[in-house]
């Protein structure tokens, strides 16, 4: 009885989260669509950058038309390098996929509620491949890195625990 009544409330504090992220996230869209709306570029600036933590927004005449850059760089992509020609072009050069060591503290759920500490060691655009422990042993795990204002430094993730069963995962880098 106990153990359905623990599953019920998990189940509803995960919902929960997931409401209040949806939330903000779509408040978070309005806002951006707001400010790219009023991100414009005027007749004696040939480009325009806007850097706001891992998202690059570019504004640039070339040619006769005014061209749009809006990227997610991700977060451990370390080289990030944004060059003009000399026809106005702007390119935007970064690393989208790479290996390194990002670990991270979290929580899981498979069977029951554990804690997590791993690491993430391969990483494309935003998703990513590591290993984690639990009380219980060693996991392989993917991820997909957030970047919702509730979750700026997280990831969600599924993984297998020592039964073989799937699991779900929320974790914060450090």
């Not at 978070?28 to 600036?45: A, G, R, W």
């Not at 060693?138 to 625990?161: A, C, H, P, Q, Y």
């Amino acid at each position: 009885m106990f153990e359905k009544f623990k599953n019920i409330l998990i189940f509803l504090l995960l919902s929960a989260l997931v409401i209040i992220q949806f939330i903000t996230h779509s408040k978070d869209l309005q806002i951006q669509q707001l400010s790219t709306e009023n991100f414009q570029l005027n007749n004696k600036l040939k480009s325009l950058v806007k850097i706001n933590d891992n998202k690059i927004q570019i504004v640039y005449r070339y040619k006769d038309s005014i061209k749009y850059i809006d990227r997610f760089i991700p977060p451990e992509s370390n080289n990030t390098t944004i060059t003009t020609d000399n026809n106005g072009k702007v390119d935007l050069k970064y690393s989208w996929y790479g290996a390194g060591f990002w670990p991270f503290l979290g929580v899981g759920y498979s069977d029951k509620v554990h804690p997590l500490l791993g690491a993430r060691f391969i990483y494309v655009d935003r998703f990513g491949l590591g290993a984690l422990t639990t009380f219980e042993g060693m996991s392989l795990f993917i991820d997909v890195r957030t970047d919702w204002k509730l979750f700026e430094n997280s990831s969600f993730g599924l993984f297998t625990n020592s039964k073989k069963q799937m699991g779900l995962s929320v974790h914060t880098f450090f």
